[in-house]
């Protein structure tokens, strides 16, 4: 209001007139200050021509380079698999190859992307595009570990005797990618100059406000890591059931180890899951821990009349008509005890699969009794016999 707007050596535009000089703000067309801001620019441009030159250069060395890199590659990657992939190693594992040109291309990408953000001298936008390829890395490092894990436990801990391998296996699976990336997370925000230290501190007053509040919860996760270290049962085992409902099958087949529950199938097809802290707090009934081969026991009572002998003769050979009863061990049959009415016997057999276990009690049960009804032996059950005296007066 009190200075001059127009430059020094041009004359000041009219306070009114027809056309677009009527409107406050609108210049004219043939104004001399619509005319320098562009001059200025131009200016700007010349005096810096060969920095902006070299900077369009070195855009589109980059972009041929990068153009080029990505061509050789995948023509590389093309012949390699053309050429390795009906190998039994990549015939098992046939991301590998696409892994491979994924990390490749993100490489390419990242060395690009260096190359262009060095343009700029800017340290903000360095450290975001560092904490970016920090990430980006993470998640190429856990594809890889999760395609590698399968085949190390295929041809790794299948063939040695020790369990330690196992677990390590096991274990990296459900922690490889939350280590992987909680690290990848770290290194970023330090790459953005962010103090993780106050991070980590808060994290560990929640997680002690979290373990109060799901106390159970954690209870359980640390349980599954211990049944995973500790292996008292594997996926496959048929074990003993205490929370089957009333009235259905006891026992089952684990399907699954998770880190809060286990899940059994019993034999009446009902999938039960279970905490897995419970597993710790008692004792776990596994018939195929250590081998496939279990004893059953059937008992079996007899008179006193009957021919001791001749029953134990009747019962191991029924035993022996079952395919999956053993040789040897062979079957036998013992006194346990003498009861009141009857003499107490016993059937032991040997059964190479434990899933036979209930088809072998019925099989053997059942066709005693029919044998004993042939050849003449009781099968006691208690009786009373009642005497009335009646007196006369």
Not at 145 to 156: F, K
Not at 200 to 219: E, H, N, P, Q, R
Not at 283 to 306: A, K, L, W
Request: with cysteine.
């Amino acid at each position: 209001m009190g200075h001059d707007l127009c430059p020094s050596g041009t004359e000041p535009l009219p306070a009114g007139g027809e056309g677009l000089g009527a409107f406050p703000g609108i210049l004219k067309p043939g104004d001399t200050r619509m005319k320098i801001p562009f001059k200025e620019y131009y200016q700007a441009v010349v005096s810096h021509s060969e920095e902006l030159l070299n900077a369009a250069v070195y855009i589109l060395a980059i972009f041929i380079v990068g153009a080029i890199s990505w061509w050789i590659f995948n023509m590389v990657m093309n012949r390699l698999e053309k050429k390795y992939r009906e190998r039994p190693f990549f015939e098992k594992n046939r991301r590998l190859f696409f892994l491979l040109k994924r990390a490749g291309h993100y490489c390419i990408l990242i060395a690009a992307g260096t190359a262009f953000i060095n343009l700029f001298d800017l340290p903000i936008v360095h450290k975001i595009f560092g904490a970016f390829m920090i990430m980006l890395l993470a998640s190429i490092v856990c594809s890889i570990v999760n395609s590698l894990l399968p085949y190390l436990e295929h041809n790794l801990s299948k063939r040695t005797n020790t369990k330690i391998d196992d677990v390590i296996i096991n274990l990296s699976k459900k922690f490889s990618g939350i280590i992987i990336y909680t690290a990848g997370g770290i290194m970023a925000l330090d790459k953005l100059g962010l103090n993780v230290m106050p991070f980590v501190a808060g994290a560990g007053v929640v997680g002690i406000a979290l373990g109060f509040a799901a106390k159970d919860t954690l209870s359980n996760v640390i349980s599954g890591v211990l049944l995973i270290i500790d292996r008292p049962l594997k996926i496959g085992d048929r074990i003993e059931v205490r929370a089957a409902p009333k009235n259905s099958a006891t026992w089952g087949d684990v399907i699954d180890i998770g880190l809060r529950a286990t899940k059994i199938r019993t034999t009446d097809n009902i999938v039960i899951i279970i905490p897995n802290n419970e597993f710790m707090n008692r004792d776990i009934v596994n018939y195929t821990s250590i081998t496939d081969e279990i004893r059953v026991r059937i008992p079996i009572g007899i008179s006193y009349e009957s021919n001791l002998q001749k029953a134990k003769e009747i019962i191991i050979g029924i035993s022996l008509q079952l395919d999956w009863v053993m040789r040897d061990p062979a079957p036998k049959v013992v006194v346990r005890n003498f009861g009141e009415s009857s003499v107490d016997l016993q059937a032991r057999v040997w059964i190479s699969d434990p899933r036979k276990r209930m088809d072998t009690i019925s099989y053997i049960t059942d066709n005693v009794k029919e044998a004993f009804d042939r050849e003449g032996i009781e099968i006691p059950y208690p009786k009373r016999e009642i005497y009335i005296r009646t007196e006369t007066p």
